[in-house]
């Protein structure tokens, strides 16, 4: 891993996506989890020393994941929606043979092989804001039988707050907003990335509240199984905490309090709706 980051450091990118590629606790778990699905084929491997298989790398920004594919696998295809950064991945990987940088919007593709395994890293918190979900549920068709999605699957927590702020937000390296945990953690929702995913969710969550406070927002931590062994993140450019604010009211230690979650993964955070029941 150590060769490969320094020659990763030396990619061409735009300033966000050279935050991703500084990112090295979401990068070594990609490189980890990339590594993991090709020692399993090593039995495969041709004269050059590949492995013979078609690998997908959905949004692949500087081609950084693209790259740890290519170091496995015969034929490695990224494809990126953003001219730019397309054009920088082209330029980052232009040594490697079985790489093609593909600069178009995964969503509007049609027509095209199967894929043995398919990386995509369009992840967000609870997977509102980007496009990972729909870009899966689009590729259902150009997967083999026995594809192999990375990341595996994503897990997300919610926790009820009281938050100082009244709009939908992020916390990041450089916002830290104020609030106070005022009740459990709950696992609210699984998503299994390996197979088709509905969009729309919706259930009623129950909080127990453990301290006197007023209840105005839920926080929203999101942990990725990058594989069923290898767990990533939150990290500040990785899928940072998540606040939605809820109608206000005062509760008591002991109180239970349900409220009902709905959003569109894939739709933005404008789909997000909350209400309290
Ligand atoms: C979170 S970044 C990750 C970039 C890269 N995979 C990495 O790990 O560093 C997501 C990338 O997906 C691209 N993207 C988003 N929607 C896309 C779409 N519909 N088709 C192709 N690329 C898309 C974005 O432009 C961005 O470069």
Redesign the pocket.
């Known amino acids: 891993m150590t060769n490969n980051i320094s020659r990763i450091m030396k990619f061409k990118t735009t300033p966000y996506?050279s935050h991703?590629?500084k990112d090295t606790e979401r990068l070594s778990a990609?490189y980890e989890g990339i590594s993991q699905y090709a020692e399993d084929l090593d039995y495969l491997e041709n004269e050059e020393g590949l492995i013979n298989k078609v690998v997908y790398?959905?949004?692949?920004?500087?081609g950084?994941?693209t790259y740890f594919a290519a170091l496995y696998f015969s034929a490695v295809v990224g494809?990126?929606?953003?001219s730019k950064?397309a054009g920088y991945a082209k330029e980052n990987l232009k040594d490697f043979e079985n790489v093609l940088i593909v600069n178009?919007?995964?969503?509007k593709l049609e027509g095209l092989d199967k894929a043995d395994l398919i990386i995509c890293?369009?992840?967000d918190t609870a997977l509102i804001d980007?496009?990972e979900v729909l870009?899966l549920n689009h590729f259902i068709d150009f997967k083999e039988d026995n594809c192999t999605v990375i990341p595996s699957k994503v897990l997300n927590y919610v926790e009820p707050v009281s938050m100082e702020r009244r709009n939908v937000h992020w916390e990041d390296d450089d916002y830290h907003p104020n609030y106070n945990i005022i009740g459990k953690s709950i696992c609210y929702s699984e998503i299994d990335l390996q197979s088709r995913i509905d969009e729309n969710f919706e259930d009623v969550l129950e909080f127990a509240i453990n301290e006197d406070s007023k209840f105005n927002g839920i926080k929203i931590t999101t942990i990725t199984l990058i594989r069923d062994n290898i767990v990533c993140g939150p990290t500040p450019m990785f899928n940072p905490p998540l606040f939605i604010p809820v109608d206000e009211i005062n509760c008591r230690a002991g109180d239970t309090v349900k409220v009902k979650l709905s959003y569109k993964m894939g739709g933005g955070i404008e789909t997000i709706k909350t209400e309290l029941i």
């Open positions: 996506h991703l590629i990609f790398d959905l949004g692949c920004g500087s950084v994941l494809f990126e929606k953003d950064i178009e919007d995964v969503l890293e369009m992840l980007e496009e870009a």
